[in-house]
């Protein structure tokens, strides 16, 4: 009978990890709904037949080329494998043309090019096809005349590492940019390589910038430019009865827009800041709250909660937050230091004066090294700061860093400005 009992156990057990095989899938640059990671515990692992939808960022689909996929639970993981690859928009292409009419290719597709007479593909022919590959095109297109020797372009904004004015076939030109330009294949410095077509790449120094940036429903932005270069700094607002939903500044980075654009939402349906109770702190910092959004408040060491530690956006306004009350003895708290405190404190506080007298008496320059500011904060990769972007900070100022959605802060939310550089910042998982 015990024998029984404990084989029925073990192939009870058996069945229920043969039934949970699936974890969180971890998706790069694809997510799945916010509440199942806020609850990972509850859904995860998953029984077997089960599915689960994902979806991809902007700029990458799933191997179908569907902005959204679906997934299953099997006795061997999820299935299909969700990843969300990057779409491949149509090359430029001179002295050529292409077949068909296609903007956009999926994973995997395939686009034929013809060169017109008297010009001729990288491999010598006049037609060549490439293929749309996770990382990019499989080769840049290209139709070119046959040539036995590349002459060096003029270059601006750059210099050539060699006074050479023509190369011969197979030979390379190495050149660098200046600060705030690129070269033809997005680096600060790169090699050209002579070829019968030419240059690999042809020799080019651009000017580092950011895409146009789309019309905002409800709202809009300043200034409006086609282009806009590396270290510009645009404002948006909202119409009356909309608020901004993100950040109202935004700067164009050598990667980008950095943070997001924003969205301009309905009052009704946002919620302010939410409120900090005295001696408490949130644990989850969001840069905008929606009805229906919820808070978990904490207080801090020493301190107890009277109240709901919940507080939720209900028609733009908080319920009421609660309250951190004390639990130190108060006779305790006002007691006088000890006579060792009160001589160490004295110590320190004459250490201190004589310090400041040597420097103010030895070192004039001292005093301003002290205070001396910082640059920009760091860029936290998926990471938002919490107010406007400064070019420069005085020593001792802080910023507060945020995470973007579907992503969680791992570190100090509040960075500090200390004798020119910042302490430890923190990553966004």
């Known amino acids: 009978k015990r024998f029984l009992t404990g084989l029925k156990f073990l192939v009870r057990n058996i069945s229920l990890f ?62 299909p494998v969700p990843q969300c690859y990057k779409k491949c928009n149509k090359p430029l292409l001179e002295n050529g043309f292409f077949y068909g009419t296609e903007m956009y290719f999926k994973i995997h597709e395939k686009l034929q090019y013809k060169c017109y007479p008297g010009y001729y593909t990288p491999s010598r022919s006049a037609e ?25 372009p003029n270059l601006h904004h750059g210099s050539y590492l060699t006074a050479q004015q023509e190369l011969q076939l197979n030979e390379t030109l190495l050149y660098r940019c200046e600060e705030g330009y690129h070269t033809a294949g997005g680096n600060t410095t790169e090699a050209a390589v002579c070829l019968p077509h030419g240059w690999s790449l042809t020799p080019n120094c651009t000017k580092i910038t950011c ?51 924003p969205v301009c939402d309905g009052v009704k ?39 709901s530690e919940e507080i939720r956006c209900e028609k733009g306004k908080w319920t009421s937050p609660p309250i951190c009350i004390g639990t130190m003895d108060k006779q305790e708290s006002e007691a006088p230091p ?62 507060e860093y945020g995470c973007q959605s579907y992503h969680f802060l791992d570190g100090p939310q509040t960075v500090y400005c200390q004798q020119g550089n910042w302490t430890e910042q923190p990553t966004c998982l």
């Open 338 to 399: 000890s006579l060792e405190a009160d001589a160490a404190a004295r110590a320190s506080k004459t250490h201190l004066n004589e310090g400041m007298s040597r420097c103010n008496c030895l070192s004039p320059c001292l005093a301003l090294e002290m205070e001396q500011g910082c640059a920009s904060p760091p860029v936290v990769k998926n990471g938002i700061l919490l107010g406007p972007l400064l070019p420069s900070y005085k020593n001792g100022s802080s910023v």
């Open 211 to 261: 895409s146009a940036l789309s019309a905002v429903p409800h709202g809009g932005f300043h200034p409006v430019r086609k282009i806009y270069e590396e270290g510009d700094v645009v404002h948006f607002f909202c119409e009356e009865n909309y608020s901004i939903s993100g950040f109202d500044l935004i700067q164009c980075y050598y990667f980008g827009w950095h943070p997001d654009p």
């Open 18 to 79: 043969a039934a949970k095989p699936c974890d969180l899938p971890h998706i790069e640059h694809g997510q799945i709904a916010q509440y199942y990671y806020n609850f990972k515990s509850y859904y995860f692992p998953m029984r077997k037949e089960k599915k689960l939808s994902y979806s991809c960022v902007i700029g990458y689909t799933t191997e179908t080329g569907t902005q959204d996929g679906r997934i299953t639970c099997t006795g061997e993981g999820w299935s």
């Open 128 to 152: 060549d096809t490439i293929q749309c590959l996770p990382e990019g095109w499989s080769s840049q297109p290209s139709c070119t005349k046959k040539i036995e020797s590349c002459q060096v």
């Open 269 to 307: 349906t946002k919620c302010p800041p939410p409120p900090f109770p005295p001696h408490a702190h949130i644990l989850t910092v969001r840069t905008t709250y929606h009805n229906g959004d919820k808070v978990h408040i904490q207080c801090k060491k020493n301190f107890k909660i009277q109240g």
